[in-house]
């Protein structure tokens, strides 16, 4: 079974300071994990993905994230938060049947102070 | 270039009353298809998904169905809406096959039951 574990459900940081969103994860077999943003009443939007490649990666708007196998962890950074990366945060595993679906966190609400 | 559409974008519904939510893909075909409901305050969760037309497979237990009566169309309905129904609903879709893991989100309706 697979299942993903967001370790803060709220996080407020000052803009110009770093960004570290927790997640660790649970599986079974060699995951692919993904971290998605949601702005308000918005759809979700893809940041970065590891799938079994480099262990550091890059994605968007200046986050990254590293695949820790030892510690099954996925944490999300960034050097320096702006304004606009207040929103929800979603650590993401993918689930390895034939449906290809994915199984969420529940979800980490950056806020970001000016 | 692959667009997904879902519409309407917000939904205000009395308890008692249908619902039908519909979802379409650009520029791909014989896509997999999902329906994912967002709960306040809460991850994501998976409720249908579909390999093929008329296929879907249900997740959990609900008030809730879903139909694929074209390859690149998947509605979600009700017969009789509850308050628990309530939400935030994403329509999702990814490649069948190859190596890709990208799953591409709709923008969301957000549904009211009153």
């Known amino acids: 079974a697979q299942s993903v574990t967001q370790l803060d459900s709220h996080v407020s940081v000052s803009e110009g300071t770093p960004v570290l969103l927790r997640c660790n994860y649970s599986s079974s077999y060699s995951p692919s994990l993904f971290w998605y943003v949601q702005h308000p009443n918005k759809g979700l939007q893809l940041l970065l993905k590891y799938t079994s490649a480099a262990t550091l990666v890059k994605g968007i708007n200046g986050f990254e994230a590293e695949f820790k196998k030892s510690e099954t962890s996925f944490h999300l950074t960034k050097p320096s938060a702006h304004m606009s990366d207040a929103a929800e945060y979603f650590c993401v595993v993918r689930v390895y049947t034939g449906r290809r679906a994915l199984t969420f966190g529940s979800g980490t609400r950056l806020q970001v102070q000016p | 270039s692959q667009t997904i559409h879902q519409w309407p974008a917000t939904l205000v519904q009395p308890v008692g009353s249908p619902l039908s939510l519909e979802c379409t893909v650009e520029?791909?075909?014989?896509?997999?298809l999902y329906w994912y409901r967002q709960a306040a305050g809460r991850g994501l969760q998976l409720l249908f998904y579909s390999v093929g037309i008329g296929q879907i497979s249900s997740e959990v237990p609900q008030n809730l169905s879903a139909s694929r009566p074209q390859d690149r169309q998947f509605i979600l309905s009700s017969k009789k809406l509850l308050l628990s129904d309530s939400g935030f609903y994403l329509c999702a879709w990814s490649v069948s096959q190859g190596a890709s893991y990208g799953y591409t989100f709709g923008s969301g309706t957000r549904l009211t039951v009153v």
């Open positions: 520029g791909t075909s014989n896509p997999n």
